[in-house]
Nanobody, 119 residues
Framework: QVQLMESGGGLVQAGGSLKLSCTSP????????MGWYRQAAGKERELVAS???????YYHSSVEGRFTIVRGDAKNLLWLQMNHLRPEDTAMYYC?????????????WGQGTQVTVSS
């Protein structure tokens, strides 16, 4: 079992930045695919960014060029740097991981961290 814990959410004005962190007391080394999902009120959860070993990072078209996902196995950390935030980025953000691929439905989820962007 892998526990994932997010932090770094908060309230920020449009145009501002936030950095989300996902950490675990267990090693993340065996988790091949990790990413960040978000769910806004009344909407379905969507994959924002992901990083798979040996592959290029994936970004949702709405965040490409503004968000950066970074994985640090040595520190059991996954970050999401979010710049130029927009009100439409407001959502609960979840860290997720899977030993094989997120496409199969992530095996592990964090509890989420709220990001609110004011206009």
């Amino acid at each position: 079992q892998v526990q994932l814990m997010e932090s770094g959410g908060g309230l920020v004005q449009a145009g501002g930045s936030l950095k989300l962190s996902c950490t675990s007391p267990q090693s993340l080394f065996r988790l091949n695919d990790m990413g960040w999902y978000r769910q806004a009120a009344g909407k379905e959860r969507e994959l924002v960014a992901s990083t798979r070993r040996g592959g290029s990072p994936y970004y949702h078209s709405s965040v490409e060029g503004r968000f950066t996902i970074v994985r640090g196995d040595a520190k059991n950390l996954l970050w999401l740097q979010m710049n130029h935030l927009r009100p439409e980025d407001t959502a609960m953000y979840y860290c997720a991981a899977d030993p094989i691929a997120l496409d199969n439905g992530p095996q592990y989820w964090g509890q989420g961290t709220q990001v609110t962007v004011s206009s």
